[in-house]
């Protein structure tokens, strides 16, 4: 299948402090991705789609000043959480779908720790 | 919106044995759905998917099948081994329309006892 891959693995950092996480689709073009969040033993819940050359769309709640989506070409797209706080703690995981259907393809997911 | 219940959220068999997750979903016009199997700290991993147009589809040892009448739709994992061991998520979507995000259920810690 498809590979999506994102960095880092897992990061932890400082309260206040901006941490960014890339997705890359390594052998197709995505001109969209998504971005979920996940808390422990809980499912994957919509945070925002990303495209290619516009502006992300966020789904309701979702704080389009906190969390950062850049999409600016057709293979990365990143996600910058911005004056992090430990709520925001969580697994953030980005996927992409392939040619003409939805079937969507996971990176492996982010673990931020917000101390 | 679309909604994507799922049942049992845990579920516990011998290892040898069948092991059946069940899904309903809200919107009728949902015609993709995949089922993914979450292994701890890393992303989901599509093991097999449906759309509207066939009732059931098949892969080894894994099977999904669909009723669109009942908009429900089941992973059936037969002669399970330890390495099933994981979470399973079943998702819906709309194909044909853009690209849409999937609507995931809530999960099914399944474990597969030696």
């Known amino acids: 299948g498809a590979v999506v891959s994102q960095h880092p693995s897992w990061v932890i950092c400082k309260s206040g402090t901006s941490v960014k996480i890339e997705c890359r689709s390594l052998d197709f073009q995505a001109t969209t991705m998504f971005w979920y969040r996940q808390f422990p033993k809980q499912s994957l819940m919509l945070m925002a789609t990303?495209?290619?050359?516009?502006?992300?769309?966020?789904e309701q709640g979702v704080e389009k000043d906190k969390f950062l989506i850049n999409h600016a070409s057709l293979t990365l797209s990143t996600l910058t959480v911005t004056s992090a706080h430990p709520e925001d703690s969580s697994f953030y995981i980005c996927s992409a779908p392939t040619g003409g259907f939805t079937e969507a393809f996971f990176g492996q997911g982010t673990r931020l720790t917000v101390v | 919106g679309e909604n994507v219940e799922q049942h049992p959220s845990t579920l516990s068999v011998q290892e040898g044995d069948s092991a059946v997750i069940k899904c309903t979903y809200s919107?009728?016009?949902?015609?993709?759905f995949p089922w993914y199997k979450q292994e701890l700290g890393k992303g989901p991993q599509l093991i097999i998917d449906i759309r509207s147009n066939v009732g059931e589809k098949k892969d080894q040892r894994i099977a999904v099948t669909l009723n669109k009448t009942a908009k429900h739709f089941s992973l059936h994992i037969t002669e399970t081994q330890p390495e099933d061991s994981a979470v399973y998520f079943c998702?819906?979507?709309?194909?044909?329309?853009?690209?849409?995000?999937?609507?995931f259920g809530s999960g099914t810690r399944l474990q597969v006892q030696p």
């Open positions: 919107d009728s016009a949902s015609n993709y």
């Open positions: 990303s495209n290619e050359g516009s502006k992300a769309t966020y």
């Open positions: 998702a819906a979507s709309i194909e044909g329309t853009g690209r849409r995000a999937l609507t």
